[in-house]
């Protein structure tokens, strides 16, 4: 356990939190998402994001190529499945984070960070591997070309710290989703509703429980304190607000 000292002024601040709401195959049964999760074994074993303040981001809206009865969080299993046979890793990409798209109610908005255009390239060449080899469908004309921003405009903070705060935590939520599907939408929608959560659910992810003691710190402390929880709150529950 890694309650104690970063956890014990978190709590408290927990009490006066207002949050803002703002695989594989095409052959998949039509199980629920729960039962897919409740199966499932991730692997972001190798995901070792660091994405910096010059890096250019790039959006994807992805549908993958799961069941035919395809949801927002279906889609979220699939893709995470994909992820997995990459041990976490997308070519070209020094980060990256998931939510829903906004422009189809089943497909997953994917925001990566990236060094460069050369390596831009690289993450459009496997994202479009993956169409070919049929595991995915590009949702059409909502693609971002790279580009220079500073999320921070909108969000307030450090700029730095959340961009690492974006690129932990997908494996994070997934993982727990994984762990306990049901209970993982019902933590996030007490965030949502009350301003707290259950801290040592996320000792359930293996991604989590490698982060130095420090990451783990800041990863809780961001989601309490800097207004910055609705991101995670979005992506577990599946909403649509953007960014």
């Given amino acids: 356990m890694i309650i104690n000292k970063c956890y014990k002024k978190i709590i408290f601040a927990m009490l006066g939190f207002a949050i803002f709401l703002l695989p594989m195959t095409c052959n998949a049964d039509d199980s629920r998402a729960e039962d897919l999760f409740g199966n499932a074994q991730f692997d972001f074993s190798d995901y070792k994001p660091d994405p910096s303040l010059d890096d250019l981001y790039t959006v994807y809206h992805i549908l993958p190529s799961g069941s035919q009865d395809m949801?927002?969080?279906?889609?979220?299993?699939?893709?995470?499945?994909i992820l997995s046979k990459y041990k976490g890793n997308i070519p070209g990409s020094t980060g990256y984070y998931l939510n829903r798209?906004?422009?189809?109610?089943?497909?997953?908005?994917?925001?990566?960070?990236?060094?460069?255009?050369?390596?831009?390239?690289?993450?459009n060449n496997w994202i479009h591997d993956l169409e070919r080899n049929k595991?995915?469908?590009?949702?059409?004309?909502?693609?971002?070309?790279?580009?220079?921003?500073?999320?921070t405009k909108h969000y307030g903070g450090d700029e730095y710290e959340f961009r690492?705060?974006?690129?932990?935590?997908?494996?994070?939520?997934?993982?727990?989703?994984?762990?306990n599907y049901n209970e993982a939408q019902k933590i996030w929608?007490?965030?949502?509703?009350?301003?707290?959560?259950?801290?040592?659910?996320m000792e359930h992810s293996k991604y989590f429980n490698k982060l130095?003691?420090?990451?783990k710190c800041k990863f809780i402390d961001s989601m309490y304190n800097k207004g910055w929880g609705h991101m995670v709150i979005n992506f577990v529950l599946g909403y649509d607000e953007d960014e």
Avoid at 102 to 123: C, D, G, M, Q, W
Avoid at 166 to 173: F, H
Avoid at 189 to 201: A, N, P, Q, S
């Fill in 71 to 81: 949801d927002y969080h279906k889609s979220v299993y699939y893709f995470g499945m």
């Fill in 101 to 123: 798209s906004k422009y189809h109610p089943s497909a997953v908005r994917l925001t990566l960070f990236t060094r460069n255009e050369n390596a831009a390239k690289e993450i």
């Fill in 135 to 151: 595991l995915i469908m590009i949702v059409p004309y909502v693609f971002r070309k790279p580009d220079q921003v500073t999320f």
């Fill in 164 to 179: 690492k705060y974006l690129a932990i935590y997908t494996p994070i939520c997934i993982e727990c989703m994984g762990y």
């Fill in 189 to 201: 929608t007490d965030l949502m509703e009350h301003g707290g959560t259950d801290i040592i659910f």
């Fill in 212 to 215: 130095a003691y420090e990451e």
